[in-house]
């Protein structure tokens, strides 16, 4: 059973980098693409970032392109979410997912079965 946990959320500035973590604590990381999706208060949860097993595809939302990069270490069983440039709109809660199947597009919540609790990302202005 996949059991994931975020961390490395937090409060920062406009402009400022965080640096997001997601691991699978019983050390069973699926071997499909995964990916990081949000969800801010009063919104529906967004897709931001996907990326494939082996590292070598990754996906992202228009309104992060350029300022996020998705990455991960399979050996070590974590994904990172390393954000830059960050902008008040990109408070959210951030969480992980993983499949328990390939999903077809990748960046369609109902595709992951495995999420993690959240942590929340605060940009103030």
């Known amino acids: 059973q996949v059991h994931l946990v975020e961390s490395g959320g937090g409060l920062v500035q406009a402009g400022g980098s965080l640096r997001l973590s997601c691991a699978d604590s019983?050390?069973?990381?699926?071997?499909?693409?995964m990916a990081w999706f949000r969800q801010a208060p009063g919104k529906e949860r967004e897709f931001v970032a996907a990326?494939?097993?082996?590292?070598?595809?990754?996906y992202y939302a228009d309104s992060v392109k350029g300022r996020f990069t998705i990455s991960r270490d399979n050996a070590e069983n974590a994904m990172y979410l390393r954000m830059n440039s960050l902008k008040p709109e990109d408070t959210a809660v951030y969480y992980c997912?993983?499949?328990?199947?390939?999903?077809?597009?990748?960046?369609?919540?109902?595709?992951?079965?495995?999420w993690g609790q959240g942590t929340q990302v605060t940009v103030s202005s």
């Open positions: 997912a993983a499949p328990s199947r390939p999903p077809r597009r990748g960046d369609q919540g109902y595709e992951y079965e495995y």
């Open positions: 990326i494939s097993w082996s590292g070598g595809k990754t």
């Open positions: 019983r050390r069973t990381f699926v071997r499909y693409a």
